[in-house]
């Protein structure tokens, strides 16, 4: 099964930005839809944000819509998470994993239907 890695977590003010990568190790990312999703202490892993395999589908949660970007380069077998404006309530580890669900809606963008996850990246964002 492939190994998803997160990186690029870090401790930053409120309105900083930050990018997270995914990439997967032992195979590719690219016939793949992936998701991003965030887990605030003592709250369920919720999606954030997920792309089709070809990044011509995404979707967002609320709460990080025209903050966050999500996008793709199958060719780095890498998918990103670029992060701005970042609030206080966005501080979290921050999982990526595989989508077992069509990026046709962001109900889909759920745990529920995540297949490998990788080990998570810390952000903090705090005055």
């Known amino acids: 099964q492939v190994q998803l890695v997160e990186s690029g977590g870090d401790s930053v003010q409120p309105g900083g930005s930050l990018r997270l990568s995914c990439t997967a190790s032992?195979?590719?990312?690219?016939?793949?839809?992936i998701g991003w999703f965030r887990q605030a202490s003592g709250k369920e892993r919720e999606g954030i944000s997920c792309?089709?395999?070809?990044?011509?589908?995404?979707s967002y949660a609320d709460s990080v819509e025209g903050r966050f970007t999500i996008s793709r380069d199958n060719d780095k077998n890498t998918v990103y998470l670029q992060m701005n404006t970042l609030r206080v309530e966005d501080t979290g580890v921050y999982y990526c994993?595989?989508?077992?669900?069509?990026?046709?809606?962001?109900?889909?963008?759920?745990?529920?239907?995540?297949?490998?996850w990788g080990q998570g990246t810390q952000v903090t964002v705090s005055s």
């Open positions: 032992g195979g590719t990312l690219r016939f793949r839809n």
């Open positions: 792309i089709s395999r070809t990044g011509d589908d995404t």
């Open positions: 994993a595989t989508l077992e669900a069509p990026v046709t809606t962001h109900r889909h963008c759920h745990r529920k239907f995540a297949g490998a």
